[in-house]
């Protein structure tokens, strides 16, 4: 007789997993349309947005090209669907390249994912950045003069990515593409730069030969409204599911996924996973509550595991601050100041102005919210607050280090409660050290 273990899997077992699996998706019809990154055949939304794009390309048969075209605001407020959208339908007029850069970590690997747009392998960063430029200036005029046009769009999006470098000067590598510009308008062709990131391209830190030259020629994406979301939501349900989705349920998605910066994409995932949460033939509100629960958890672990050394004691100084702060907000000096105190006695802390980046870094993966207050003569400063309870991301930090973080101020808590029971005021304050110890605070 063969025994199976509860842990191992059978065939058996396997089936019954894929018919349950299967009921469940009996509900979608195409769940491709509940895709945040599949491109639809028309945009909700966005007109005015298009509008302003579209007077910037066309202008070339005016005989204008705009060098640099700065596209941003936040995280699934529609930029890179629209940008796509546009040169998708402009293919009479240009050609176009799409590259994404946040897979990269220096300027180098940046030009090496530009290059691999046009089918080139990538270089050695013994060839130097302005051999990439000198390839990339040849594949573009190969590839203009293949499809008989005069206009290139290269599409650079999460474009800060390229500002995470610290040993290389993006602003060269941007006064290189911008040479290359000029240098393609010799021979008659041109070519223009949409940049597509969370901030504008004249906030980062970029030298003045740069911003003279490219100009100011922005596109700025608010965040989605609660209707516009919903009207996404409609549009998309109607296609992805075999059902018709009561309007309470989209109307439910809609007002989570604006009051949450106003992200389509992130209502489109609510979406979906209620509908694989739910029984295969009814959405009801306790699945969208579960499926909210269920990315929160999901988008936390996946932003605090993979965060690096020091952005994960970051978010573990910010955990520790707020669980001994009422106000919900903590200071960037506190937190580096926390940051130095948890991190371990033979690691080197980053700079205060390294930190500054990292905590703008966090605040971009939606785990943090900002804020920049007055404090009179000290001028300005900036607060942060986690979007999440500081239980929920402390144990992803650490969970043995949450653990004695949480009981050292239950101890806390209890001793200051005896303390506040203690009279005349002389007693307490001869007392203090004695419960404190007790409690080993």
Not at 230 to 245: M, V
Request: hydrophobic fraction near 35%; glycine fraction near 6%.
């Amino acid at each position: 007789m063969i025994y199976v273990l509860p842990t191992e899997l059978s065939k058996a077992g396997l089936k019954k997993i894929r018919r349950k699996l299967e009921k469940q998706n009996s509900i979608f019809s195409q769940k491709k349309y509940l895709d945040g990154l599949y491109l639809p055949s028309h945009i909700i939304g966005r007109k005015k947005q298009a509008e302003e794009l579209l007077l910037h390309i066309e202008s070339l048969r005016q005989g204008f090209v705009v060098p640099v075209i700065s596209v941003y605001g936040r995280s699934g407020s529609g930029k890179s669907t629209l940008v796509k959208f546009v040169c998708n339908n402009i293919d009479d007029l240009a050609c176009f390249a799409f590259a994404n850069l946040r897979k990269a970590k220096t300027v180098f690997g940046c030009a090496n994912i530009i290059l691999s747009e046009f089918g080139m392998p990538s270089l050695k960063s013994a060839d130097g950045i302005n051999k990439t430029v000198d390839v990339l200036a040849k594949c573009i005029s190969e590839r203009l003069e293949s499809h008989g046009k005069k206009f290139m769009i290269l599409v650079l999006d999460e474009y800060d990515a390229i500002f995470s470098d610290k040993r290389n000067n993006p602003s060269d590598f941007m006064y290189k593409l911008l040479t290359l510009e000029e240098e393609l308008r010799q021979k008659d062709l041109w070519l223009c730069i949409i940049t597509i990131s969370n901030n504008a391209l004249s906030e980062y830190t970029l030298d003045d030969r740069i911003k003279s030259r490219m100009g100011n020629s922005e596109v700025f994406f608010p965040p989605y409204t609660k209707d516009d979301i919903s009207q996404i939501l409609k549009d998309r349900a109607e296609k992805a599911f075999t059902k018709k989705i009561e309007d309470k349920i989209v109307q439910y998605c809609a007002e989570i996924g604006s009051a949450e910066h106003g992200d389509a994409r992130r209502a489109l995932d609510l979406l979906r996973v209620a509908g694989e949460l739910c029984d295969g033939t009814k959405i009801t509100i306790h699945d969208i509550d579960s499926a909210n629960q269920k990315l929160q958890k999901d988008r936390l672990e996946l932003v605090v595991t993979n965060a690096s050394y020091h952005q994960k004691h970051l978010i573990g100084a910010i955990c520790r601050n707020l669980l001994n702060d009422d106000s919900g907000w903590t200071a960037t000096s506190a937190i580096y100041d926390r940051y130095k105190s948890i991190i371990q006695d033979d690691v080197n802390p980053l700079s205060y102005r390294r930190i500054s980046d990292l905590l703008v870094e966090l605040k971009n993966t939606g785990l943090v919210h900002s804020r920049t207050i007055s404090r009179g003569r000290a001028g300005y400063g900036t607060e942060y607050r986690l979007l999440f309870s500081p239980h929920m991301v402390g144990p992803y930090v650490g969970k043995e280090w949450w653990d004695r973080v949480v009981s050292k101020k239950l101890r806390k808590d209890t001793a200051n409660a005896l303390l506040d029971r203690l009279k005349p005021r002389s007693r307490r304050q001869s007392s203090y050290n004695s419960i404190f110890k007790k409690y080993g605070i």
